[in-house]
């Protein structure tokens, strides 16, 4: 492979604290330098080129929560259209959810998740395995043999485990094992007949709401469970100021905790629903402006260690109904770094703990390769433009499906390379 060397960039590195002008230099599959020492000895010869002034380049995005429908739901998503969805958002590296039909929950699937990835993507896939066989909530996976199958975390997806008693008996197995185990949390009798945020909003649109209680009161649980048994707890998806708040105390007791939030539920509100717009039909739902502030601040004061795309394809039957019959779920590989620029252009936040939050830290909390412009890591990396304008467009959306929650939104920052392992696959 050809050495290429990408000249004048702004340098975001933020697993080494980097943020200055400088070069990548690429060497095959390999990051071989990056920063503004790269080119101290001199551009290597028969290098390839490429002008980066005014554009800025950062370790690929690792996305911790994306369903995909493969096996069972392709038309859908399959691994192979998921991949070019990440890849034109600058996302190299995603972990594939439990809830496919059959479910992830033995080692022969685990195992044909790989094999799929590496003759179809374009982008690294990792599985997650499921915690309970058929996602029921009844009987442990085996844990070990999955992990050394591949799956880089335990999880039961979408579904909340009730069972307190089981889910004590899990994060133990999972800390025998070294396993992160991540939970999704809403009591099913209090959200049971919900399809948005409880309130004053909600009433008006006379559609039944959930209340943030239904995501706090098993959260709460679980975090004593984290305590008691020492396990890694991962909050796969909180919305609420009473969870961040609950994740504040966990950690402060030194608890083995960690949380992530959609991108969601850091852009959007419960206003944003609109009238009965079911592309916004989401679990955990949009919740109040106040959640979502109080959202931000978590991810500035580091309550909250990563952002998710929560990618979850549903087609054109499952959407266009009406709103209590809707799917919950929204696309988000492509438009995951656009939208969390919003949040660095109004001022919220620092790039360097913007990417951070996408890249870095999910990659190091799952053990994965990436996150980083370190000599001697994968070369797998974005380049953007940080101030491009750009509308997502349905005609545009390279996944099979279109339920995106910013159709027709004018977002500023656009990927417009994207390498895995020194390959490029995608240029706008």
Request: charged share 25%; with cysteine; net charge negative.
């Amino acid at each position: 492979m050809t050495l290429r060397v990408f000249e004048g960039a702004r340098i975001v590195d933020p697993s080494r604290g980097l943020d200055e002008t400088g070069s990548v230099v690429v060497d095959g599959g390999i990051i071989a330098a990056a920063g503004a020492g790269a080119m101290n000895q001199g551009l290597p010869e028969g290098a390839q080129v490429t002008d980066c002034r005014g554009r800025t380049i950062m370790p690929g995005l690792v996305d911790a929560r994306v369903f995909v429908g493969e096996p069972g739901g392709e038309h859908r998503e399959t691994i192979a259209s998921a991949s070019l969805a990440a890849a034109a958002g600058g996302v190299t590296s995603i972990i594939m959810m439990p809830d496919t039909d059959p479910v992830i929950d033995d080692i022969a699937l685990v195992e044909f998740v790989l094999r799929t990835a590496r003759d179809t993507a374009c982008v690294n896939v990792f599985p997650s395995a499921a915690i309970t066989r058929r996602l029921q909530g009844r009987e442990m996976t085996e844990f070990g043999l999955l992990r050394e199958a591949g799956a880089v975390m335990l999880t039961d997806g979408r579904r909340t485990i009730e069972s307190a008693l089981m889910m004590r008996r899990a994060l133990t197995y999972a800390r025998d094992f070294g396993a992160v185990l991540a939970h999704e949390t809403q009591d099913g009798s209090l959200s049971a007949s919900g399809v948005m945020n409880e309130g004053l909003y909600a009433s008006w649109l006379g559609l039944p709401g959930i209340p943030r209680e239904a995501e706090a009161i098993p959260l709460e649980r679980d975090l004593m469970l984290a305590r008691l048994t020492g396990g890694a707890y991962h909050a796969a998806k909180i919305s609420t100021a009473i969870s961040a708040a609950a994740i504040g105390r966990a950690k402060a007791d030194g608890a083995n905790v960690t949380a992530a939030v959609s991108i969601n539920n850091l852009t959007l509100n419960d206003h944003d629903v609109g009238a009965y717009r079911t592309f916004f039909r989401l679990s955990p739902p949009l919740r109040a402006e106040e959640d979502r502030l109080a959202m931000i601040e978590a991810i500035r004061d580091g309550t909250v260690d990563v952002i998710v795309s929560s990618h979850d394809p549903q087609d054109v039957d499952t959407k266009r109904l009406p709103f209590e019959d809707a799917a919950e779920g929204a696309i988000g590989l492509e438009t995951l770094f656009g939208a969390a620029l919003r949040i660095h252009h109004n001022g919220d936040l620092a790039l360097s703990r913007l990417i951070e939050l996408l890249s870095t830290a999910p990659a190091k909390l799952f053990g994965l390769p990436g996150g980083t412009l370190r000599p001697g890591a994968p070369a797998d990396l974005a380049v953007i433009d940080l101030d491009e304008p750009w509308i997502v467009r349905e005609a545009d959306i390279r996944s099979r499906s279109k339920n995106t929650c910013l159709e027709g939104a004018r977002l500023q920052g656009k990927v417009l390379q994207t390498l895995v392992a020194g390959r490029t696959v995608f240029a706008a």
